[in-house]
């Protein structure tokens, strides 16, 4: 095993571009976007390395402008989703017995890839698909999902190296192989971050799994750029393969194939909650106790202390909660505000969220895009219009919906004088965070009243410069939140700095971006190599007095 492998160091996180103007990066992008804006081109499925077209196929479109047709994809039937299942047990061998220094330089390969020309190739596809602005893309498409391949490459070794057994007696010779698992892994990855859509079937594969990878409906575009980037840098075929197609018929046939070792997942509770009973459903099928990683819903909460700055809280709800359309898992949506507080930065709020700027992300003057398909701007009218109508409610600012050209919706605050108003409890994963405010002696009353509201436990936020009340809340709130913040918004994790996930309906807390993750998908073996066996079975304590 080399050591330039077994001593890989640390990487430092991707640095973010600043896209300014007259910048050579802001350049590239632009001339990327009117490329990839330019032309349809078609998505095939990718399984066993083979571009497959069925002839059933989705329009992958623009949200911004749902006319604009960026792709047509071909959807996987009965016969492909059974076909990638097969190609992913044929590539297990190879795969899982090729050198892990081997597996590593594939994945250090595709980040540099990203890092360089591929960058503003998956940038600009994130932005049209998903209509993030250029600096949500870069952070995500870009940074996030190259940390992604160069960390969890780092932590694969560090896992190889540090689980060894301590002790090894003369004679003895202790080790620990960490075989990946024996199945394949099935990654169902959402449309909101493309790194996600990256991380969730390379970390499996990194590890020396194989897998079939279903990319969220709503990003098959830049899901597609992602897997042409793992077959350049050297992916063999059938180790991921990429399968647009029904969840639910995947799901059907995965799940009762002996062969299934595990599924990684990111999306909604209910859904996740419906997986893992239907893979108990099957458990005579298998072969293993499957690997069930999920990071699901959040209902992200900011709670703001009398000492809280007003500066920095109103900086963290207009960017927690309406950087990407609130799109974001972490996303601030509800909040707790003390009055003393509210009553100083109420109309600075308002005013800073009047200065939003909405529209084609492309547009590099735009702070916010589109939401990303018709039913999100359904859901999102719907709560706004019941907020208008309701007499514990009121829309404070915002509130303003038009899908006619694409889905937009203005970044809206509910002002609620109920706690458990619906928009204070449901995930609602669009612009509009629900405020309550509440008095400023009843702080310790509140931070109960967060951690008891709702079922979810993903990101949250503590505002105070009063340190017995941050560790207040750091108690009361200990099971309120995987990533939990202070004085600073609940959004933004770094791979390497915080790893992340959440507990309760938020998923399993098997922390993305940490060898945590990755622990996963290996089954470790022990074995213990005798030098001098014993040749007789009897022991000391037989001889005679």
């Known amino acids: 095993m080399?050591?330039?492998?077994?001593?890989?160091?640390?990487?430092?996180?991707?640095?973010?571009?600043?896209?300014?103007?007259?910048?050579?990066?802001?350049?590239?992008?632009?001339?990327?976007?009117?490329?990839?804006?330019?032309?349809?081109?078609?998505?095939?499925?990718?399984?066993?390395?083979?571009?497959?077209?069925?002839?059933?196929?989705?329009?992958a479109v623009v949200p911004h402008d749902h006319k604009h047709v960026l792709a047509t994809v071909h959807l996987?039937?009965?016969?492909?989703?059974?076909?990638?299942?097969?190609?992913?047990?044929?590539?297990?061998?190879?795969?899982?017995?090729?050198?892990?220094?081997?597996?590593?330089?594939?994945?250090?390969?595709?980040?540099?890839?990203?890092?360089?020309?591929?960058?503003?190739?998956?940038?600009?596809?994130?932005?049209?698909?998903?209509?993030?602005?250029?600096?949500?893309?870069?952070?995500?498409?870009?940074?996030?999902?190259?940390?992604?391949?160069?960390?969890?490459?780092?932590?694969?070794?560090?896992?190889?190296?540090?689980h060894q057994p301590p002790l090894s007696p003369t004679g003895i010779w202790n080790t620990l192989e960490c075989r990946p698992i024996e199945g394949f892994v099935f990654s169902i990855t959402p449309f909101n971050f493309t790194s996600i859509a990256g991380n969730l079937p390379s970390s499996p594969a990194i590890m020396g799994t194989t897998g079939v990878w279903k990319p969220s409906h709503s990003a098959r575009f830049s899901g597609y750029y992602i897997m042409k980037l793992l077959q350049e840098a050297g992916l063999p075929d059938g180790v991921i393969n990429f399968v647009p197609g029904s969840a639910s018929a995947m799901c059907d046939c995965y799940f009762s194939h002996h062969a299934f070792g595990g599924i990684h997942y990111t999306g909604s509770t209910a859904i996740f909650r419906t997986i893992w009973n239907n893979i108990a459903k099957n458990m005579a099928k298998l072969r293993d106790y499957p690997r069930i990683v999920g990071e699901t819903g959040g209902k992200d909460f900011i709670v703001a202390h009398p000492s809280a700055d007003p500066a920095a809280l109103v900086t963290a709800l207009v960017r927690g909660a309406f950087e990407y359309q609130g799109q974001k898992c972490s996303a601030a949506s509800r909040a707790y505000i003390a009055r003393s507080v509210w009553e100083t930065i109420k109309d600075q709020l308002v005013s800073?969220?009047?200065?939003?700027?909405?529209?084609?992300?492309?547009?590099?003057?735009?702070?916010?895009?589109?939401?990303?398909?018709?039913?999100?701007?359904?859901?999102?009218?719907?709560?706004?219009?019941?907020?208008?109508?309701?007499?514990?409610?009121?829309?404070?600012?915002?509130?303003?919906?038009?899908?006619?050209v694409g889905f937009f919706v203005e970044p809206t605050v509910?002002?609620?004088?109920?706690?458990?108003?619906?928009?204070?409890?449901?995930?609602?994963?669009?612009?509009?965070?629900?405020?309550?405010?509440?008095?400023?002696?009843?702080?310790?009353?509140?931070?109960?009243?967060?951690?008891?509201?709702?079922?979810?436990?993903?990101?949250?936020?503590?505002?105070?410069?009063?340190?017995?009340?941050?560790?207040?809340?750091?108690?009361?709130?200990?099971?309120?939140?995987?990533?939990?913040?202070?004085?600073?918004?609940p959004t933004g994790a770094v791979v390497g700095q915080q790893p992340f996930g959440g507990a309760r309906a938020s998923g399993t807390n098997d922390k993305a971006g940490s060898a945590l993750n990755l622990l996963r998908w290996m089954s470790p073996r022990t074995i213990k190599e005798n030098f001098n066996p014993p040749v007789d079975y009897r022991y000391g304590f037989l001889a005679e007095k």
């Open 76 to 162: 996987a039937g009965e016969k492909e989703i059974a076909l990638a299942a097969e190609a992913s047990v044929a590539a297990h061998r190879e795969w899982s017995c090729m050198p892990y220094e081997s597996r590593a330089a594939i994945f250090m390969r595709a980040a540099e890839l990203l890092a360089g020309p591929w960058r503003q190739k998956v940038n600009a596809a994130t932005m049209l698909n998903q209509s993030k602005t250029c600096h949500q893309a870069e952070i995500d498409a870009a940074c996030e999902l190259v940390d992604f391949f160069r960390f969890n490459c780092r932590y694969m070794t560090e896992i190889y190296a540090d």
């Open 414 to 489: 509910i002002l609620t004088t109920n706690p458990q108003y619906e928009s204070m409890i449901e995930e609602i994963f669009t612009p509009i965070l629900t405020i309550f405010v509440y008095e400023d002696g009843e702080y310790e009353e509140t931070l109960k009243l967060c951690d008891s509201t709702g079922e979810y436990a993903l990101t949250g936020a503590i505002f105070a410069n009063d340190r017995n009340a941050v560790l207040k809340a750091q108690d009361a709130l200990r099971y309120s939140a995987g990533n939990f913040y202070i004085n600073d918004k």
């Open 352 to 404: 800073e969220i009047k200065s939003i700027t909405l529209g084609d992300p492309t547009d590099f003057t735009n702070f916010m895009g589109a939401v990303i398909h018709r039913d999100a701007f359904d859901k999102s009218k719907g709560f706004i219009e019941r907020a208008n109508a309701a007499s514990d409610a009121e829309v404070l600012v915002g509130g303003g919906c038009d899908d006619s």
């Open 2 to 59: 080399p050591n330039a492998i077994l001593n890989l160091p640390s990487p430092p996180n991707e640095p973010v571009y600043g896209y300014l103007p007259g910048s050579p990066e802001k350049t590239a992008l632009k001339d990327e976007l009117k490329k990839q804006a330019g032309e349809q081109i078609e998505i095939p499925l990718i399984i066993g390395g083979k571009e497959i077209r069925t002839g059933k196929t989705q329009d």
